[in-house]
């Protein structure tokens, strides 16, 4: 099982914030969706746009560089140009901070 990996402070990120992180390398997109956390690889599954550079709506992310939406919860593409999800990974919230447990 992956390990957690501190990724922000417990008040860091409002609701509507988002942050872009780095797991072992890996650029990983952390969001607060009403106070819920989420996240995601930075990374479009249409051609690579930095999804953490995108505009947050709910829980919906816009990726900057064609306009794709996807579910920050799911992962799950929600228009073109994108049609494959996103890896999406474990968060924990622990009263220390915000930790994400990337996935292969
Ligand atoms: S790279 Fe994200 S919509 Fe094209």
Not at 19 to 44: P, Q, T, W, Y
Request: overall charge negative.
């Amino acid at each position: 099982m992956a390990s957690l990996t501190k990724v922000a402070e417990p008040n860091e990120l409002a609701p509507g914030d988002k942050k872009l992180v780095e797991i072992d390398g890996r650029a990983i997109a952390l969001f607060n969706v009403e106070g819920s956390f989420h996240a995601i690889d930075d990374i479009c599954t249409h051609d690579g746009g930095p999804l953490a550079e995108g505009e947050l709506f709910g829980r919906e992310i816009m990726c900057p560089r064609h306009g794709a939406r996807f579910d920050v919860v799911t992962g799950r593409p929600l228009c073109m140009p994108a049609v494959e999800p996103v890896a999406v990974h474990l968060v924990e919230l622990r009263p220390d901070g915000v930790y994400v447990a990337i996935e292969d």
